[in-house]
């Protein structure tokens, strides 16, 4: 891992924590991390901008506060075992493997799943496997996670993604329809009880295959 450069301190400082981020492992993995490499090279010169940067395939980078403010909500530690729906270029996949033990990553895009393993080779990330998988066809080989983290939006929350977490787990979700959607938390307790917290407001793209809400006719 490379020492931090001056834009990745700018990014870390005026871009992350000015958007309420405090954690300093949070922040170290912001410092740390090249985002360059993980950048398609027509748009290198955005790289540390706080942009959803295209990715093709209709799917953008997350933007770096959304990054942030996800990592800080998850609050992934050493031992945890995490599931990212949605690999895009794979840097917040390396985000995550920074923090915690393992991730596994699952990409509907064959492209973007072989890019984003080679990225991840490229920052010398070698405990996170991306997977091309659609997750709504995908059987999980683990019995369960620490960490599940859905890249793309769902128009109406579905449930069905806390059956993938441990008592104890944690989800993030983004839930609803341009223009509004909601970040959410939703943690399940020893009893596997949702508690939800509502994190901040967002737009980013939708989760391929997602439900989408009933349409009403008249």
Not at 115 to 121: H, T
Not at 192 to 197: A, C, I, L, P, S
């Amino acid at each position: 891992m490379q020492t931090s450069t001056p834009s990745r301190t700018q990014m870390t400082y005026q871009q992350v924590r000015a958007w309420s981020v405090l954690p300093p492992e949070t922040l170290a993995v912001f410092e740390q991390l090249p985002r360059e490499i993980f950048v398609p090279v027509a748009s290198l010169g955005a790289a540390y901008a706080d942009l959803a940067i295209p990715l093709g395939h209709g799917q953008h980078m997350l933007t770096p506060t959304v990054v942030g403010r996800l990592l800080q909500a998850v609050t992934v530690g050493r031992g945890d075992h995490v599931l990212e729906i949605g690999t895009g270029s794979g840097y917040l996949t390396a985000c995550l493997a920074l923090l915690g033990a393992q991730v596994q990553s699952l990409e509907i895009q064959p492209e973007l799943a072989h890019q984003a393993r080679e990225n991840l080779k490229a920052a010398g990330i070698g405990n996170a496997q991306v997977e091309d998988a659609d997750v709504f066809s995908w059987q999980p080989a683990a019995p369960g996670y620490d960490v599940v983290i859905l890249t793309g939006s769902l128009p109406v929350y579905d449930a069905r993604f806390e059956s993938l977490l441990k008592p104890g787990g944690r989800l993030f979700v983004v839930a609803g329809l341009a223009p509004v959607m909601e970040a959410q938390l939703v943690r399940l307790n020893s009893a596997k009880v949702r508690d939800v917290h509502s994190l901040f407001e967002t737009v980013i793209d939708p989760l391929t295959h997602a439900t989408m809400p009933s349409q009403f006719v008249f």
